[in-house]
């Protein structure tokens, strides 16, 4: 079977399959797109339609858990909630500061400062120059500083 029938014929049975797992709709939608992803990359041979359904549900289920083991692994805290958690006004306006930055910054200085990177070892994470490592907290530095400057000097 080529893979738009399997789409048409199946993706109503995973979704239902995967928001019942993931009680979340966006996550519900990637574990989907995730699961035909495999089928695409493992072209897996079935015997009978009901082979390759048995398949599908195993991966998408497989999926299921594995999106719930990393959240359980990785627990999120929104912006809205940090802020709020933050007693000084001045951090809630440093993080808002930061929030505000390029994302190429942001990562480098959140890699840097608060997990304790190194430039070398975050040129590896993100596949860039150590020099590219070093202007981006450079720029981001100077572009907190501004901020902070603008800021107090009301």
């Not at 015997?47 to 959240?71: G, Q, Y």
């Not at 809205?80 to 993080?95: R, T």
């Not at 981001?140 to 501004?146: A, D, M, P, V």
Request: hydrophobic share 35%.
């Amino acid at each position: 079977m080529n893979i738009e029938k399997a789409v048409l014929k199946h993706s109503n049975m995973l979704y239902k399959i995967c928001i019942v797992m993931l009680c979340n709709e966006q996550d519900t939608q990637d574990a989907v797109q995730d699961t035909f992803c495999r089928y695409l990359e493992k072209k897996p041979e079935f015997t009978s339609p009901e082979h390759e359904k048995a398949w599908l549900i195993r991966v998408a289920a497989n999926i299921c858990r594995d999106m719930l083991r990393f959240k359980a692994r990785h627990p999120k805290i929104s912006i809205d909630d940090l802020s709020h958690q933050l007693a000084a006004p001045e951090q809630k306006e440093i993080l808002t500061e930061l929030m505000e930055l390029p994302p190429r910054q942001k990562i480098v200085i959140y890699l840097y400062y608060v997990d304790g990177y190194s430039v070398k070892e975050i040129s590896g994470i993100l596949k860039v120059s150590e020099s590219a490592v070093k202007k981006r907290l450079q720029r981001g530095r100077e572009s907190l500083r501004t901020a902070w400057k603008e800021a107090y000097s009301k």
